[in-house]
Structure formats: C-alpha cells, structure tokens
C-alpha cells in the first residue's frame, strides 16, 4: 500500500469508527492548527473539531459514518459518504444524509484541511416539522 492510501485509509477508518471516545485520538488524523468547514461550522484547530463532533453527540442518538468511495492524488483526496444518525429532538426515524469531503494533508500525512459538501436544505431541514413543509414549498417554486 502506498503513503497516499495510508493517509486516506486511516482516515476513512477513522470516520467509519468514530465514536465519543475516539475524539481522544483526533491528533492521528488531524494537524494541530487543520482547518475544518461544513454547512454549518467554520474552525481551526483540535480544540474546535473535536467540539463540532462532541456537539454532534450531543444533538442526535447513533451517528455513523459510511464512506462510500474514497481517491486520492497528492497531497489532496475527496471521500463520499453517508451520515446515519436519529434525531433527538423531531423523529426518531433513522435519517441519512449523503455528502462528500474533501481533504488536504501536510508533509507529516496529517490532515490539515477539512471541507465537507452536503445540501443542508435537501438533507437535513426539508425532514424537519414545520420548516420541511416550507422547504419543500421553495423548493418548487424554483424548479422549472
């Protein structure tokens, strides 16, 4: 296996495994100063990731990440995944939320930037109540 496919498997490892406890080892995978970006969150450093995934524990029950392809050239690699989790407070129901990540390594094989592309209006707030009716309604208003 060559270095590129250790850096991407340990990190799709990582994301397939992560749990409360394996917040612990988030200096494996991340640099000390990495820079991290979602829908939702813009940080820099383990302090501040390791927060964003603690928060998420603290907003839904059984999350889970499934990578679903992973490739890599350079220093750079983008992975497809799925993010399974219960909400805690709307539905119980299971919920999956399709995305991609992508992903930029130092000279140590350490993840030094995040970036994390997922719809948040598609995947996450059309299935909440109330606000998904709404979402839904805009939705086609703009679609041909």
Request: include cysteine; proline fraction near 2%; charge should be negative.
């Amino acid at each position: 296996m060559s270095a590129d496919d250790i850096r991407l498997v340990r990190v799709a490892d990582f994301f397939e495994s992560l749990s409360e406890a394996t917040l612990a080892d988030l200096d494996r995978v991340y640099a000390a100063g990495a820079r991290f970006k979602d829908p939702f969150n813009e940080v820099q450093g383990l302090t501040s990731i390791a927060a964003i995934f603690r928060h998420m524990y603290a907003q839904v029950d059984g999350p889970h990440f499934v990578v679903k392809s992973r490739m890599m050239a350079g220093d750079e690699a983008f992975l497809t995944w799925d993010f399974l989790f219960r909400m805690k407070r709307f539905s119980r129901e299971q919920q999956c939320i399709h995305g991609a990540t992508h992903l930029r390594f130092d000279t140590a094989g350490l993840v030094a930037e995040h970036r994390d592309y997922w719809d948040a209006a598609e995947e996450l707030y059309e299935k909440l109540p109330v606000l998904g009716g709404f979402m839904r309604l805009l939705k086609r208003a703009a679609s041909a």
